[in-house]
DNA sequence: GACCATTTATTTTTT
DNA sequence: ATAAATGGTC
């Protein structure tokens, strides 16, 4: 849609590609955008700015954010950075970490900011004698600790963008001219620095074309508001709104089950999705024992369609709500022997041997960048211990200084650091120095093989281990990406290397040419689609999650949403799953379906039953899908279930955990699962065929 | 300062 | 379940 718009201003308007910034959700759309405007325009479109806000505001920043104080070489700290950043500025605030922990300031930090509050609105804002009392003060530490260090943190590379739009006059206007046109996809999902960004941007032309789906909007929790769609409305009057209501992906039973869901939200702009495509294969809901059945059904379906249909491994997902869920897939994918490609999780950047690494190639671009430097003073070990760094660091403060500087300028009268100390330090200092030069003088490749080399790491890597020789190879890996920047002259390959590391998301490393199922989180899956989607863990406290459970009608508002995103995914086939019973921190608790398939009327569903899989019975048993399942109730093949042996309220005995009560009993495949309140022990939950436990008759 | 055993938090979702 | 943080010992 913005793709047709973009090529038709250059084609037909004669509006030059570098006159234009488009913003998209993923650097892996703007990617696509920018293959498929070329491939309609038949021509490149170099010098169009692409990407996403954050790419934008990190390459604006480079450019000109010195003219509010932002050195070029800056370093974009990460999530891990930052909490590593704050957990230092809640140290020197001598608040205990226990009370508040970094996590939970770094995300009400991150709050402010992206409502455009800098430390000073903050403190300004904060009622006496509460909690943001002390995020106030931590956040003032936090912005003194970036500063030192040289480095923004995320959400900086929006905030501070609209900070040098305000305080920069000439800046603001030259890329106000510059810009004829601007466009931004999925719109609903900006928060109000981004808003901000778009609304300064297209003050002067006032061309500005934004696409969003307030029924898409799944990304309150890190500051969106789908307001900003009133907003734009309201900032520029004259805009022309098209509601686009036909659908070109999926087919009327798919669109049909996606209605049923979000029609029950509140608050929506109401529109029902059609398609020519009236005839499709019904919707499935499949019911399982655990997670590891989930998995096999999902699996051994996958075979089925592949077998029967000719479908390919690359047009079938998973989505799931949580990360943790991917697990499940993987173990029984290996085990079978089914193709996966797993999005997020455990990050190839998140690594330790290519965060050492990276942390190395940082330094060298800014010396300053202070958690680099706590991550490999002593990687590998150069006799420079905890004590000798928090020294260091003390000496630093004191006199002004990074930690390296301070290391690179120590002198006898430096007393709290023994001679041994400052004789490591010195050196390492010294190895810094000798490579911060090679920085700006060979290219990126050759870079990294000195960094490798003299600071001793490809030797510590290599010590004859299995896990020495996996670590290396991702650190080939990472060598293999740099070696992509070694046409860049330095040091500038190496800046643009380290900022498009930081910046690319899980969903940008995706391949398309991979053959292997997609396994995905329901909100990096929006934007995407497939032949064939599986939605796993429809489940009350895990879609919608318990902890959007906590936050009322507008969490369950937006898991709805989530909901919605992830049926919309499905080009021609789509499966519902829910488990009985599912592990949570590795610990088993019984699960009831989701309030959310129990919107969807029964007749829209094809209940599926596998051998084995639990009846009919226990699916009524679990309360609320009973209206999903009502057109099938004459379905064959009920499971002969065991007799209960207990019911709610028995007193029962156990060896391990003594006496206690029944809370609840319930029927599952796998036998009767009770949940027991011990006296002494708490809740637990038992299969009746694993545990050893006996009924008690009261005397 | 290294190494082990024990405890603790972690799971919402992400640029 | 599991990884990270903590604490105690050598």
Known sequence: MLTHRIAYVIATRRVRPDEICAVTFTNKAAREMRARVEQLIGDSIRGMWLGTFHSLGARLLRREGEAIGIPPGYTIYNEADRLSAIRNAIRAEGIDEKRLTPSRAAHAISAAKNELLDARDFQARVTPNTMDEQIARIYWAYERELDAAAALDFDDLLL??????????????????????????????????????????????????????????????????VRNILSFEHDFPDARKVILEQNYRSTQPILDIAHAVIRNNSQRAEKKLWTEQSIGEPVRLISVYDEREEALAVGSEIENLIGREGVTLAECAVLYRTNAQSRAFEEVFLRRGIPYQLVGGLRFYDRKEVKDVLAYLRLCVNPRDAVSFARVVNTPRRKIGDRSVAELEKLARKKGLAPLEAAQRLDEGDQALGPAAMAALRSFANLMERLSSDAQRVPLPVLLERVLDETGYREMLQDGTQEGVERWANVLELAGLAGEYSDVPPPDGLVQFLENVALVSDVDSMRDEVQGVTLITLHQVKGLEFGVVFIAGMEEGLLPHSRALEEGDAGIDEERRLTYVGITRARRRLYLLHAFRRHTYGTPQLAEASRFLGEIPGEMLEVQLRPGAPSLGDIRASGTVRRAIVGYATRPNPVELAPQRFSEGMRIGHQRYGEGTVLKSTMTRGGEELVIKFDDHGVKIFAVADATLWPITDP
């Open 160 to 225: 501070r963008a609209v900070t040098l739009f305000r305080e920069a006059d000439s800046v603001r206007e030259y890329y106000q001219d510059r810009f004829l046109h601007l466009f931004v996809d999925e719109y609903q999902d900006t928060n109000k620095a981004q808003y901000e960004l778009v609304k300064v941007l297209g003050a002067k032309h006032r061309n500005v074309t934004v696409v969003g789906d307030d029924d898409q909007a799944v990304y309150g929790f890190r500051g969106a508001d």
